[in-house]
């Protein structure tokens, strides 16, 4: 049997906070191992206990989710930390900057109790939370936000194959229609993208999404 998914809940209500753990750690497969009510106590938590997710509300004292996100996971973070936002605010704005900030996922605290569950078991997994279409939705809309990198396309070290996925990524489209498009099997599509990801230094679709904007990839 393998250890469980380790879990911090970042939260300043005590009742939410008392909730999420109390939800969590009805799992087998999870456990929380620290609470914490600011995001400066998370960040310290975190970075103490090293777990495998960290479940953070965006509004909170001493420091906010958004900025905690971005010390624990954020680019430039050498032991990056996954970080699932959840929270009471619906804004594409909130969502865009959450995931800019690095965390894995995001979702809304008024979600079924199996939807938080679903969500820290996919992050702690490795992948996105959002779909790849609500991916490209928050993600265009800011697009103007995003800082151009420099360089251009002939820079990428990707082969023509993998610059095709990646677009198709961008475009929010799921490995099945991805493979559907290109005519290769979803097996192999699973291999392009975990290549896509090794080399550009990437931690899953919603960063590959972010890359392919901010290199002119899409438009």
């Known amino acids: 049997m393998s250890a469980p998914v380790r879990v911090v809940i970042c939260d300043d209500q005590a009742l939410i906070r008392t909730g999420l753990t109390t939800i969590v750690d009805a799992q087998p497969d999870l456990e929380v191992v620290g609470e914490c ?4 106590a998370g960040v310290d938590l975190a970075r103490e206990l090293r777990p495998d997710v960290v479940v953070m509300d965006i509004r909170m004292p001493v420091l906010d989710g ?10 430039g973070v050498e032991h990056p930390v996954k970080v699932l936002v959840v929270t009471t605010f619906n804004l594409d704005e909130y969502v865009y900057e959450a995931l800019r900030a690095g965390a894995s996922g995001f979702l809304l605290k008024d979600a079924p109790p199996d939807r938080l569950l679903h969500g820290i078991r996919t992050v702690a997994m490795g992948a996105a939370l959002l779909d790849p279409d609500v991916t490209r939705r928050l993600v265009g809309r800011y697009a103007a936000r ?4 420099e360089g251009t396309a002939q820079d990428i070290p990707l082969t023509p194959r993998e610059m095709e996925v990646l677009r198709l990524i961008a475009d929010g489209l799921s490995n099945s229609e991805i493979a559907a498009a290109l005519v290769i099997s979803p097996e192999t599509v699973k291999t392009f993208v975990s290549r896509i ?12 999404v972010v890359f392919a ?7």
């Open 66 to 75: 958004l900025e905690a996100t971005r010390l624990l996971a954020g680019a």
């Open 197 to 208: 990801l090794t080399k550009l230094d990437l931690r899953d679709r919603v960063q590959a």
């Open 146 to 149: 995003i800082r151009p990198a």
């Open 213 to 219: 904007y901010r290199h002119g990839l899409v438009a």
């Open 37 to 40: 009510g600011d995001g400066q």
